[in-house]
């Protein structure tokens, strides 16, 4: 049995590698490159994989559930500047695939261990993905 | 191949666990506890994996998947109080996760073996289930 | 200049006239007058219509809209029963209509005379419902 | 005859108002005021108001239109900083009202005056305006 | 008091004028011309504008309303061809805004009079049109 | 980590096995059978599983993944008759199963081989199918 709960934030970033050139950047991260930043309404699904506990009806309950993702993913993320006001993203490029990492991370040192995990993140509604710690 | 089929219903229901003080409900289901009911549009997605029959081009007609949901699922469910109405939750909390075991049964029964069944249930829009049936 | 804002609220009812006899309210009302009521996942769009205030560049702010919705509608009906938990449809039927005026009467108390208010009621992805006072 | 098209952009921005203190904009902006910016994906509609040609049975071709929003809105407001990359808000506080503004001055450049113009746009799936020019 | 309610309809059409040149066709419709058809899941919000009846809270019943348009709009014009199967197109080019007209001036027909009458027409997500006999 | 990537395209099409009599493709395929054709705005995701490159910080950039799928998929298939127009379907009955396998032949082509590929393509936002090769 699995159990999602979707939550939303939104974010300025850009993408950049220091590595390299101005040139390479703006030819690899196009647009997402700009210098004074971009920005997205990020939609995040958690879920939870795990057995029903019997006197609850629950896997997880829900209210718990959103209370780990507003401490740990949206308060700290949510009308911020993930490369400047994100610990996370200061040496780490800020695609939706190192921000799903992140997350993923946050989460499962939250999240009992007898339950496995896997997010889905919307960057926008066309680019979408997933990440269950492999 | 994966076919699924998207069918709605609208439900009251109401949390509680009989076995507990009111308290101990009101603590642990919180509003889901309300004496009275409260209620959800249910979005369900009944996912069917097999493979493809050369003389239709379909895995299962989604005529037939359409049929079977709505003579087993929709019709006993919709417009009723799952607490009250619905034979199945007589002993059993309606938590979304419930709910799906019970829709999945119920489908599995009527589906043909060789086609493997999994559910997606939406309580709310940022509420969710799967089962399949593990 | 129109400001809209959504919230969200779950609850049971059922449709009845008590003025009719049982038969004719099975017959005008169908499904929607079972006995032990069923539910919905409703969406309200509150829309206010005003001047931008050149200060803030806002014609009302979205956490004031938010709270007066939340204070004055989603507090008050989200997880209940309208019929037996909402004193406004004790004596009247809850349809998506009369929701709509109750709702509308509840944010024009609220809500500065300088700016004009409609809303939107979504009672299921495909019934709505608009209501401006008149 | 009203004809709508949807189109959406990406960017960063920050609430402000420089002839406040700081703390009054954080009071008033809160989170939006951000000093390192947070960002949306706008989805922006246009409805032009007229009647139909009945050689094309178009009120204005979508293709026509599509181009006119893209070339005047989404090239230069797209993956952009509104605060820093967009002139048109040098000295304008970028809420969604003053941003629904711009675009209407913009477009409303472009449309044939025998057409009325309209938009709506959402700054969030929850926060929305609407401005006709008036 | 505006009441709407959504159903969808899936059709094949093309859009042609016969007294133009095939290329001035091809430059106008582009590649909505093409000879052998496309199509589109279409959706259609019907609004009727009423005061409520107080012995039913309804402005006008949305299964009334349903069976009307499922009669003399979804039967007869889902999963056909626009151009050859549906004859009110036999002489008139199935753009968004004429399939508008004729589903409004069937819907109106049937329509009590004391009721306004309004559509809107989803075509795909990024066009939509509106009606309301003007 | 998987990589998700929307696109869409709007066809015309009809289901038919030229091997059977018209009274048994009518009996099966019902109206999808209809001889003009109907039509759908398919929603085609496209799924990519993979590493994370580091220096980019993508698993694969989804300008290049959009660039492969318009080039082999929506161009060819968008605002055309999928029977008459698309080489694919001349002996291959259009069901949205067969569809989703055509399109992952082509896509499996051109997407490098270290990446897992599957996709979904929604026919209605009721009728779906997902395939990943198997």
Request: aromatic share 10%.
């Amino acid at each position: 049995m699995r159990v999602g709960r979707r939550e939303t934030f939104n974010c300025a970033h850009r993408l950049n590698n220091p590595a390299w050139s101005d040139e390479k950047n703006k030819e690899v991260f196009g647009k997402c490159n700009n210098n004074n930043y971009h920005g997205h309404n990020y939609v995040l699904e958690t879920w939870v994989d795990g057995a029903i506990d019997p006197e609850t009806g629950y896997v997880l309950d829900a209210k718990i559930l959103k209370d780990i993702i507003r401490k740990h993913v949206t308060e700290p993320f949510d009308h911020r500047n993930l490369n400047l006001d994100v610990p996370d993203f200061k040496n780490l490029n800020p695609t939706a695939e190192n921000i799903a990492v992140v997350i993923w991370n946050k989460l499962r040192a939250e999240i009992p261990n007898q339950f496995k995990l896997s997010i889905r993140l919307y960057e926008t509604e066309n680019n979408i993905v997933e990440y269950d710690g492999q």
